[in-house]
């Protein structure tokens, strides 16, 4: 487009695929629907990214690319709202600056949903108070579901690695690259790129630490909610898991696809819905080249990357994830017996965390602890190993809605705390008050994050520092306000260590959310 008396005075930033023209917003530049890669359709459809053709002239960069196509919420879902567009072609990212920026930190976010929903442009993950405070903060879609993370034995024939799946993980490492190569046009620095997520967005994060090939684009990492379940195999069973390429083969099957050809041809839609009604589970698959083992055996090794790490939990974790809950026995006294039926040799310590006395309370804490609180903590520990920060928190805020719905720490409670979007949360979304309080705990996230971004070094001028769990055994807990605590959850991280221990041992079980009284038996398998 021509710059002209209407475009006057936009800020233009001068990529290496082109001119873009954004917007001057409150003392913010900012630059929406930023292309990262060709748009991955057609023939493009589970392909590896290919770079952007620069374009002609100056491109209008004021509103946020499409997210990619994804079936509806369960219904009722607070994380639920209407996206403005999805399409296939959604490789794209948002872009925050403060004006006259240079040599800032960056902080790439990686939306959360499942590797099924979200997009990276949701006004929860709005840039503009984190930027505020001294950073440009970039934000981006990657494919989703079956676009994602399909694996089939013709894709790994058409690859010169010769392996297929991990689409929206070579998404994030071309999202990466492409902030290496641009983000000084903005004022970020692109060797100080924190890589940051929540929930599927922190497991990515953690598939990024695992990955060889993300090796140099990130310098710090931050996991929110990060949960580091079992992976599939490329090709062989593992843990419980089919192949993924096996698995790809009987979705093309139950679509009357006959080879990928007959699956490119499908409508998109169409697509994403029947591969959701057809189970298909997207996740990151062990093909020995971007994802060369499971990610515990990565971080035990002391493989991952060797950057400063946040990581930490929420409270109430399940409180918004229901359907994790198994279906409880009626007694205690069942629920014991179920317990030392599938735990053996652990079921009492598991009961003295876990006991009958709250069956619905005891099915919320066992479920986050063995997701969410072991990899926290697990994460921690190998950073000890390999002589790398590791920074933990437990996030147990609550305030007056989300009690009152049952929701005290959910999962992902403390986004609009950390990117201050208290008035952008989706329309189920609890209402924040907007009080003093409340702001003053944005505040401190803020400052946490972003000096952490900036030098590995999360402090606030208000609140206690933040020590490093690798030298003190000590986190921060968010409540009221941000507290050094020490001992997180005694006995947890022990117990869910030597479950997952046992289930790799056995070779053919999964550490998913098969847990309490939904835990395989002993002597089961996963055939």
């Known amino acids: 487009m021509a710059v002209d008396g209407a475009t006057r005075g936009r800020p233009v930033a001068q990529f290496t695929c082109g001119d873009a023209l954004g917007a001057t917003v409150d003392g913010l530049r900012v630059y929406k629907g930023i292309p990262y890669a060709m748009p991955p359709v057609g023939q493009r459809r589970w392909r590896r990214p290919e770079p952007v053709v620069p374009w002609p002239g100056v491109r209008d960069a004021i509103v946020s690319g499409p997210a990619c196509v994804q079936p509806s919420r369960r ?59 001294g950073a440009v903060v970039v934000s981006i879609n990657y494919r989703l579901g079956v676009f994602g993370y399909l694996a089939h034995p013709e894709l790994g024939a058409e690859s010169p ?40 967005g922190a497991l990515s994060v953690l598939y990024l630490l695992a990955s060889p090939a993300a090796r140099g684009l990130f310098a710090k990492a931050i996991a929110q909610s990060a949960y580091m379940i079992s992976m599939p195999a490329l090709r062989e069973r593992c843990h419980g898991h089919v192949p993924a390429e096996v698995a790809g083969e009987r979705l093309a099957e139950s679509l009357g696809a006959r080879n990928v050809s007959a699956l490119r041809a499908l409508d998109a839609e169409d697509l994403v819905d029947a591969a959701l009604r057809a ?56 629920y014991e017996d179920e317990i030392r039926r599938r735990y053996g040799g652990l079921a009492e310590r598991f009961l003295a965390l876990y006991g009958s006395g709250n069956l619905r309370e005891s099915a919320l804490a066992c479920t986050r602890d063995a997701l969410y609180g072991w990899t926290a903590l697990k994460l921690a520990e190998a950073q000890k190993g390999i ?37 952008h949360t989706p329309p189920l979304w609890p ?21 952490f971004a900036n030098a590995a070094a999360p402090i606030s001028e208000d609140w206690p520092a933040w020590p490093d769990h690798t030298i003190t055994g000590r986190h921060m807990y968010f409540a009221d306000a941000p507290r050094v605590e020490v001992d997180l959850m005694p006995g947890m991280f022990a117990l869910a260590d030597d479950v997952v221990r046992q289930r790799r041992n056995a070779g053919d079980v999964p550490w998913n959310w098969n847990v309490g009284v939904a835990a395989p038996l002993p002597d089961a398998d996963a055939r």
């Not at 920060?389 to 609009?416: I, K, M, N, R």
Request: hydrophobic residues 45%; negative net charge.
């Open 75 to 133: 219904y009722g879902s607070i994380y639920d709202r209407p996206l403005a567009a999805t399409s296939e072609d959604c490789l794209y990212l948002d872009i925050w600056v403060p004006e006259g920026a240079r040599d800032l930190p960056v902080l790439v976010w990686i939306h959360g949903g499942s590797f099924i929903w979200g997009a990276g442009s949701d006004p929860l993950y709005d840039g503009a108070a984190l930027a505020r405070r």
């Open 161 to 200: 690695d010769g392996v297929s799946g991990n689409y929206g993980l070579l998404d994030q490492i071309a999202a990466l690259a492409w902030v290496r190569d641009n983000i000084a046009a903005v004022g970020g620095d692109p060797a100080n790129v924190t890589v940051a997520g929540e929930s599927a």
């Open 279 to 334: 189970g298909f589970m997207p996740l990151g698959t062990i093909d020995g080249h971007l994802l060369p083992a499971q990610l515990v055996d990565v971080f035990e090794r002391g493989d991952q990357a060797r950057v400063p790490l946040i990581a930490g939990f929420n409270g109430g974790e399940i409180r918004s994830l229901p359907f994790l809950i198994p279906t409880l026995p009626q007694t205690g006294k069942e």
């Open 387 to 423: 002589g790398a920060p590791a920074f933990v928190y437990l996030f147990g805020h609550s305030y007056p809605a989300a009690s009152e719905a049952g929701l005290d720490a959910f999962h992902g409670c403390e986004l609009p705390y950390l990117f201050g979007t208290a008035d």
């Open 431 to 451: 209402a924040v008050p907007a009080t003093k309080a409340e702001a003053a705990l944005s505040r401190a996230m803020g400052d946490y994050w972003i000096s």
